[in-house]
């Protein structure tokens, strides 16, 4: 037994300390492609504050780097293990609690389900927005760690808005308190802020108190057909211009229509070469579903389809659901997260349609619209080498188009392993060199998450 192991068992159960190669491959990277993983040294499951100030003291004490993980759905090679390492899952700390409907907040440990803390939430007649794609596995604390996002952002924003407050295991195993659980506060610095989004390289989130919304009503939605993907990314300036605020607004390209058209079954038109869902869950949504509907006829939709009833409404937004595993059947898939202003959407998903003739490669666009955050999938057979390279190729030259275009490498997947060359692209010297200090303020010896980033 390594003295790793030693000073770990002294303060975690035996059933929490895993070493068994075949256990701990299991959890070495999360669903990111292109990324690479170490072999680590251990896998701890602890389940109380103390557990994970005792983890982060022995490995300050060695000096043998953590990286803590959730549920491992991430998309940046963040989770990743280096060599060596401990592996610090946080699934085992899944309470919810309090939820409180006064304040309208909620506190839980890190690895609480969202869609668990969402169904708990509206029990009790509120919500919790935030809702990625993976919100039936995901954790807060993965959520919280990548600054996640959702469907519904174009309307309640993403997880950074719902973060009051955190209970933060520093590099040494002092615990830090940050934020607050009143409605307003501006007490020093934010600090709870700068730990979502962090990714892990700065403290372990192992408390949360998160704002939460009244429950809204229903969603009624619409599906609108079009011929050209520049007329619906028109139609989709067109509604925000018009001061209209969908509760959803996702675009899905040709590429992915016809890959959704064929696993479920939709009978779409071959035609469509993009399919624009918007929804809406405020007091009149028929009637701002009318306007939009108008609206897209004026920049050129082929067809509108209004829901009559949230039944209907569930049976367009399947389509979007579809659109990830319809992409699947092709071959492997890489999911990248570039988001640029709305009013460069078009450009963006005529440059991704150039990029793919280029390379010669199947590249599909879903998108959350209403915010501009895209997500272009490169489908390539990852058995033949140079179909794989050309996919890295295509991948690296999406995120260079996303940047001239005046946007961002990462909308809500967070930058990881994956993109930490392009952060640096992104946010030049004299910010990259800030950002490192901070780093080396919360993290002196650099055993949290190394590697990721930058």
Not at 27 to 49: H, K
Not at 220 to 232: H, N, Q, V, W
Not at 397 to 403: N, R, S, T
Request: proline share 6%; with cysteine.
């Amino acid at each position: 037994m390594s003295e790793l192991t030693t000073r770990l068992l002294a303060g975690l159960p035996e059933s929490a300390v895993v070493v068994d190669p075949a256990v701990t491959a299991a959890y070495r990277q999360d669903m990111a492609g292109f990324c690479t993983s170490g072999e680590p040294a251990v896998l701890v499951f602890p389940s109380t504050v103390e557990q994970v100030q005792h983890v982060l003291r022995t490995a300050s004490g060695l000096r043998v780097p953590v990286v803590p993980q959730g549920a491992r759905t991430g998309l940046s090679g963040a989770a990743n293990a280096v060599a060596g390492c401990i592996l610090l899952s946080l699934v085992k700390m899944d309470r919810i609690l309090e939820l409180d409907p006064v304040n309208r907040l909620a506190v839980v440990e890190p690895g609480v389900v969202n869609a668990v803390l969402s169904r708990a939430a509206e029990e009790v007649g509120l919500s919790y927005p935030p809702d990625p794609s993976s919100w039936e596995s995901c954790t807060i604390g993965g959520n919280i760690g990548t600054g996640a996002g959702g469907l519904c952002c174009v309307k309640y924003g993403v997880t950074s808005e719902y973060v009051l407050g955190l209970d933060v295991v520093l590099a040494d195993g002092r615990l830090l308190r940050t934020g607050r659980r009143t409605a307003k506060g501006v007490a020093g610095y934010d600090l709870t802020r700068l730990f979502v989004g962090s990714e892990g390289t700065l403290g372990v989130v192992v408390g949360a108190v998160l704002a939460l919304r009244p429950k809204p009503a229903p969603q009624l939605a619409l599906a609108a057909e079009f011929a050209d993907p520049a007329a619906a990314c028109a139609a989709v300036n067109a509604v925000v211009e018009a001061g209209l605020t969908p509760s959803l607004m996702e675009l899905m390209d040709g590429v992915v229509v016809r890959a959704v058209n064929k696993l479920g079954r939709m009978g779409l038109p071959e035609s469509t070469r993009a399919l624009l869902l918007v929804a809406f869950d405020g007091a009149e949504p028929q009637r701002e579903l009318a306007a939009v509907a108008e609206l897209c006829r004026g920049a050129g939709a082929t067809e509108v389809v209004p829901a009559a009833d949230r039944a209907e409404s569930e049976l367009l937004l399947a389509a979007r659901r579809l659109a990830l595993p319809a992409l699947d059947t092709l071959g492997t898939t890489m999911v990248d997260d570039v988001a640029v202003p709305r009013s460069r959407l078009a450009d963006m998903l005529a440059g991704v349609a150039g990029i793919a003739e280029r390379c010669g490669l199947t590249i599909g666009v879903v998108s959350h619209a209403g915010d501009g955050n895209t997500h272009p999938v490169v489908v390539f057979d990852a058995d033949d080498a140079d179909q794989t390279a050309r996919a890295r190729e295509s991948f690296d030259e999406i995120m260079a188009l996303g940047l001239e275009l005046g946007g961002t490498i990462t909308g809500e997947h967070g930058v990881g392993l994956l993109k930490k060359e392009w952060l640096a692209r992104e946010l030049g010297p004299v910010g990259l060199d800030l950002q490192r200090q901070l780093k080396g303020v919360f993290d002196p010896l650099g055993i949290l998450n190394p590697g990721k980033l930058f």
